[in-house]
Nanobody
Framework: QVQLVESGGGLVQAGGSLRLSCAAS????????MGWYRQAPGKQRELVAT???????NYADSVKGRFTISRNNAKNWLYLQMNSLKPEDTAVYYC???????????WGQGTQVTVST
């Protein structure tokens, strides 16, 4: 199993920046990819960014050029640098670890990001 704990959320004005962190523990060697997802009130959870073990990244169109996902070498920390934040970025942000089709996904508890006008 994998345990994920997010931190770094908060309240920021539009145009500001935040850095989210996710501490991962457990069977880190089983992780194929990690990512950040978000869920706004009344909306479905959506992908924000992912990174695989080769370091390849993928971003939602809405955050390209503003957000950067990264991971440390030990693969026990995942980060999301968020710049030029917009009110529509307001959501609960979740850290995800994908362990493959047999073991599936693990999720953190989420961290709230609120962007004010």
């Amino acid at each position: 199993q994998v345990q994920l704990v997010e931190s770094g959320g908060g309240l920021v004005q539009a145009g500001g920046s935040l850095r989210l962190s996710c501490a991962a523990s457990g069977k880190l060697y089983s992780i194929n990819a990690m990512g950040w997802y978000r869920q706004a009130p009344g909306k479905q959870r959506e992908l924000v960014a992912t990174i695989n073990n080769a370091g390849s990244t993928n971003y939602a169109d809405s955050v390209k050029g503003r957000f950067t996902i990264s991971r440390n070498n030990a693969k026990n920390w995942l980060y999301l640098q968020m710049n030029s934040l917009k009110p529509e970025d307001t959501a609960v942000y979740y850290c995800n670890a994908y362990l493959g089709s047999r073991q599936g996904d693990y999720w953190g508890q989420g961290t709230q990001v609120t962007v004010s006008t």
